[in-house]
């Protein structure tokens, strides 16, 4: 069974930090591609950052220089550290692994997309 389980988030003054978690499971952590993305009410869900299984990364323009992924392919975690955080960064921040889930069970599928339920980001001015 696939899962993945975000942590982390919480309310913070504009300028703070914090580092969102994912624990993920039921699938080869290590060779899929991993994302993290976020979504505002009204608001089309976006690509914050991305993390390739050989480990490169990419990241929106807007976060750039300031937020940094990480995976740890021991623990099965990815990870979002977030500095000097804006009003425009509060959303709900989801984990997302590009598993395709089979009767044969999950394989790793860039594109195809595994959602964990999000962890909620608040900025405050």
């Known amino acids: 069974q696939v899962q993945l389980v975000e942590s982390g988030g919480g309310s913070v003054q504009a300028g703070g930090s914090l580092k969102l978690s994912c624990a993920a499971s039921g699938f080869s952590f290590s060779t899929c591609g991993m994302g993290w993305y976020r979504q505002v009410p009204g608001k089309e869900r976006e690509l914050v950052s991305f993390i390739s299984s050989d480990g490169g990364t990419s990241y929106a323009d807007s976060v750039k220089g300031r937020f940094t992924i990480t995976k740890d392919n021991r623990m099965s975690r990815l990870y979002l550290q977030m500095n000097s955080l804006k009003t425009d960064d509060a959303a709900v921040y989801l984990c997302?692994?590009?598993?395709?889930?089979?009767?044969?069970?999950?394989?790793?599928?860039?594109?195809?997309?595994?959602w964990g339920k999000g962890t909620q980001v608040t900025v405050s001015s």
């Open positions: 997302a692994a590009d598993v395709l889930l089979t009767t044969r069970g999950a394989y790793c599928v860039r594109g195809e997309k595994v």
